[in-house]
């Protein structure tokens, strides 16, 4: 079965709310099995106008896992705590 990614371009607008949102994202994190691969850090464009401000990547055991994730009372906790401090774009991508 093939693994999957979810990868989220995240612009935060309200740091201190979204240090909230970390917390309890890590816990979901934690809860649910995620590998993570990326939690920010320097982004540098090599083509393209895209310009994201903070990327994640967590790796999942499958596209099911991904989804049980972000669908998880855990993580519903911590979108609860975003609500206001980020604009979040997330999407799940099957990998090899």
Request: with cysteine; proline share 6%; aromatic share 8%.
């Amino acid at each position: 079965m093939p693994s999957a990614y979810l990868i989220a371009s995240v612009t935060v607008t309200h740091p201190a709310q979204y240090d909230e949102y970390r917390k309890w994202s890590t816990e979901a994190m934690r809860v649910h099995g995620a590998e993570v691969c990326v939690r920010g850090g320097p982004v540098e464009i090599l083509e393209g106008d895209w310009d994201p401000q903070r990327t994640v990547i967590l790796k999942f055991p499958s596209v099911a896992a991904a989804k049980a994730f972000h669908d998880s009372p855990e993580y519903r906790r911590a979108r609860a705590a975003r609500e206001g401090a980020a604009i979040m774009r997330m999407v799940v991508v099957e990998g090899v």
